[in-house]
């Protein structure tokens, strides 16, 4: 069974950092992309960044550029964001997903994680 | 960026009755669109990829239409565990944009 649980949320002041992980189980971590898709309260969703299954690409959200980082570690099945410099308007439930294809890219998110809050304020 | 415009934002119907929610692109994105349902707390679950294509496991009175910059879902018989919020997705350029959501209530 699929399985993908994030931790490392919580309350941090804006300017604070937090980095979230998220460990999976179930399938062949190594061969998928994946991705953080964040949802702030009472809103719809965003996509907020991806990661090729070798980590030689990432991509992100213009509003996250240069402040998120995000990486893998195969080994551990887990992939991981880093947060620096947060904002306010950073505050939402933070989901990890994977990608629907193995070995390919398919930008489609089959798995998600149950979620994790990140509130930033002050 | 490319937009997402879904409509209505919120609807009410009767068990039973027939369900359509749009989504419209702001440029062509052929295909590339899906579709996700979300229950209160709950994560986002997907429903239909490629625009059309049924995801293993979701009941066959869902489906996808569409091409280009117009796309539908359609509920054909609404059932009280359809009660969610509905996010279409687009896929066709970075970064990936969804709609606002429609929130599906039984009348």
């Known amino acids: 069974e699929v399985q993908l649980v994030e931790s490392g949320g919580g309350l941090v002041q804006p300017g604070g950092s937090l980095r979230l992980s998220c460990a999976a189980s179930?399938?062949?971590?190594?061969?998928?992309?994946m991705n953080w898709v964040r949802q702030a309260p009472g809103k719809g969703l965003e996509w907020v960044a991806n990661?090729?299954?070798?980590?030689?690409?990432?991509y992100y959200v213009d509003s996250v550029k240069g402040r998120f980082t995000i990486s893998r570690d195969d080994a551990q099945n887990s992939v991981y964001l880093q947060m620096n410099t947060l904002r306010v308007e950073d505050t939402a439930v933070y989901y990890c997903?994977?990608?629907?294809?193995?070995?390919?890219?398919?930008?489609?998110?089959?798995?998600w994680g149950q979620g994790i809050l990140v509130t930033v304020s002050s | 960026d490319i937009q997402m415009t879904q409509s209505p934002s919120a609807l009410s119907a009767s068990v039973g009755d027939r369900v359509a929610i749009t989504c419209q692109a702001s440029?062509?994105?052929?295909?590339?669109l899906n579709w996700y349902q979300q229950k209160p707390g709950k994560a986002p679950r997907l429903l239909i990829y490629?625009?059309?294509t049924l995801e293993t496991g979701v009941p066959s009175r869902l489906s996808g239409s569409g091409s280009g910059t117009d796309f539908t879902l359609t509920i054909s018989s609404l059932q009280p565990e359809d009660i969610a919020t509905y996010f279409c997705?687009?896929?066709?350029?970075?970064?990936?944009?969804f709609g606002g959501g429609t929130k599906v209530e039984i009348k």
């Open positions: 997903a994977r990608d629907r294809v193995s070995s390919g890219w398919s930008m489609i998110f089959d798995y």
């Open positions: 179930g399938f062949t971590f190594s061969d998928y992309w």
């Open positions: 990661i090729k299954k070798d980590g030689s690409e990432k």
């Open positions: 440029q062509d994105i052929s295909n590339c």
């Open positions: 490629d625009a059309s």
């Open positions: 997705q687009q896929y066709d350029s970075l970064p990936l944009t």
